[in-house]
């Protein structure tokens, strides 16, 4: 069964989305199988976002990523690397319609709530990232 990364960032936990953002996960029919509450550091999180390290707001969202604890997941279901950006949103907030988490949740660029791994090659990489 197809395994995806997600990770409901500082701001969830901060306000006290991990219930909602949970439940639409499961409503969807996919099952958490991995969840741990971790303090991420600087190290892990250049590691983890090399793809965007050189941009302007990255600063920013290392800061924002390392200022509480974030639960790391792993889920599961059919189709479920896509189906979990779906349920997402886009990165964009302008574009991020509601009814998706992002769309209904995110404040900002920055602070949007949730990350999911954006192919099933970068999952396989996530998962071991922040499960060994
Ligand atoms: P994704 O989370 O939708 O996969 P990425 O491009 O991988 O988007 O960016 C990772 C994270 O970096 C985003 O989720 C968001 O928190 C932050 N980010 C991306 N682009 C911007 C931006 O233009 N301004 C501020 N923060 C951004
Ligand atoms: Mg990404």
Redesign the pocket.
């Known amino acids: 069964m197809e395994q995806t990364y997600i990770m409901l960032k500082p701001d969830a936990l901060e306000r006290g989305l991990m219930g909602q953002v949970l439940s639409r996960i499961e409503n969807k029919g996919y099952k958490i199988v991995k969840a741990e509450l971790k303090q991420l550091g600087e190290d892990l999180i250049k590691e983890h976002?090399a793809?965007?390290a050189d941009k302007p707001?990255f600063p920013e969202?290392a800061a924002f990523m390392t200022r509480g604890p974030v639960l790391a997941l792993v889920v599961e279901g059919d189709n479920v690397v896509e189906g979990m950006r779906t349920l997402m949103g886009p990165?964009n907030i302008k574009e991020a319609q509601p009814g998706t988490i992002r769309g209904d949740f995110a404040t900002n660029?920055?602070e949007?709530v949730i990350?999911g791994s954006?192919s099933t090659e970068t999952a396989q990489i996530e998962i071991k990232r922040f499960f060994g």
């Open positions: 976002y793809h965007i707001f969202l990165t660029m920055t949007n990350h954006d």
